[in-house]
């Protein structure tokens, strides 16, 4: 069957990204996007952008919008680096980044883009085990390596590490690359974009898919050392000049100009979030600390299966992966208030039943 494949896309095997339903009856809490619109600044920003002008390339150093980020994050533009997506934005980084030759490090419960990234470019890694409670020993990221990849807050956990376990993460590497995948930092983490000028080995990469509600809009970011950023530069224009389009370079400007929105939302989610955790541990539930926009829990007397199982029948779409260590967990996004009060009122259902 694969006959005229290459050698290397015979043996891929791709991420499995999140159900998209066509049908919109679905609560959806599975993808962890917003369950707000994008700012109204977004918005006009594209329709404004929609005319005669698309008829030209966009600006293939996204210019303005580097400027844009480089004044909310009080950095200079040389020290932004925007992408299709922060999944593209982090395949770019494993190829500017690593080598071969050196094992990088993730945690053994993470994103599950690292490993499916670190194939594609035949890359060498280690999957270093959280505790038991998923947090992160920090000890066992120092030393020889190729490089470190965490994500702060981490997924599916949605627990955060401090400042202060960056800088150690930071200072047992200077010679690799530490990454930083801040996907969820502003539902309630602390960023480690102030010690960019501190760090030359420090990559911080976001999004404006989760909490900017911009997750059709396909746009996240790279922020760190100007070195490392004309790195990125290099990788980026030996594969495409044009990553991003002249809709999205404008839609993302108008939402850097809403910070209010943005303020807004993450904590009303944030909010949500808090409730609907005490909620779930009071029904039974196990449920890890959040810093992000979604809950990690496991119920102990019904499998996590069984729950996906009996959410789906109820029209109510989570998270669930068949992999050791989490295969009794569920995640959940947190949507609005409704959404979640109809989640704990299935989950009721379900434990009543059971
Ligand atoms: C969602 C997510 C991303 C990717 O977001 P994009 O939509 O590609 O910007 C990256 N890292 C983590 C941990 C995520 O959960």
């Known amino acids: 069957m694969k006959e005229y494949w290459s050698k290397r896309a015979r043996d891929l095997v791709p991420y499995t990204p999140g159900e998209q339903p066509r049908q919109r009856n679905w609560i959806k809490l599975n993808t962890n996007e917003n369950p707000y619109p994008p700012s109204q600044k977004a918005l006009a920003a594209i329709r404004a952008a929609a005319g005669e002008t698309l008829r030209l390339y966009p600006d293939p150093e996204c210019t303005s919008l580097r400027e844009a980020l480089a004044a909310t994050f009080d950095l200079k533009p040389a020290q932004v680096f925007v992408g299709n997506g922060s999944d593209e934005v982090l395949a770019l980084c494993f190829q500017a980044f690593f080598d071969p030759e050196r094992t990088i490090l993730f945690p053994d419960v993470t994103y599950s883009f690292y490993p499916v990234f670190a194939d594609l470019y035949g890359l060498s890694y280690r999957e270093v085990p959280l505790d038991e409670r998923f947090g992160l020993p920090l000890e066992s990221f120092v030393g020889d390596n190729g490089g470190v990849v965490i994500a702060n807050p981490n997924a599916p956990t949605g627990r955060a590490v401090s400042l ?116 779930l541990k009071r029904m039974g539930f196990e449920v890890s600390d959040s810093a992000a926009n979604f809950l990690f829990i496991s119920h102990p007397d019904i499998p996590a299966k069984v729950l996906l199982d009996g959410l789906r029948e109820r029209g109510i779409l989570v998270r669930w992966w068949d992999k050791p260590r989490i295969s009794n967990y569920l995640r959940i996004t947190v949507g609005t208030d409704q959404e979640m009060e109809a989640l704990c009122q299935a989950l009721t259902q379900m434990i009543e039943g059971a």
Do not use: H
Not at 198 to 222: D, E, I, W
């Open 164 to 279: 202060c376990d960056i800088r150690t993460l930071l200072e047992g590497n200077p010679e690799s690359v530490v990454i930083v995948d801040e996907a969820y930092v502003d539902f309630g983490a602390q960023s480690a974009v102030p010690l960019i000028d501190s760090y030359p080995n420090l990559v911080v990469v976001q999004t404006m898919s989760k909490s900017r509600a911009l997750a059709g809009l396909r746009v996240g970011f790279a922020l760190g050392n100007e070195n490392l950023i004309a790195a990125l530069n290099s990788v980026k224009n030996s594969f495409n000049s044009y990553t991003l389009d002249r809709l999205a370079l404008a839609g993302a400007e108008g939402a850097l100009r809403d910070g209010d929105y943005l303020r807004a939302i993450t904590m009303k989610i944030s909010s949500t979030r808090d409730w609907a955790a005490d909620r």
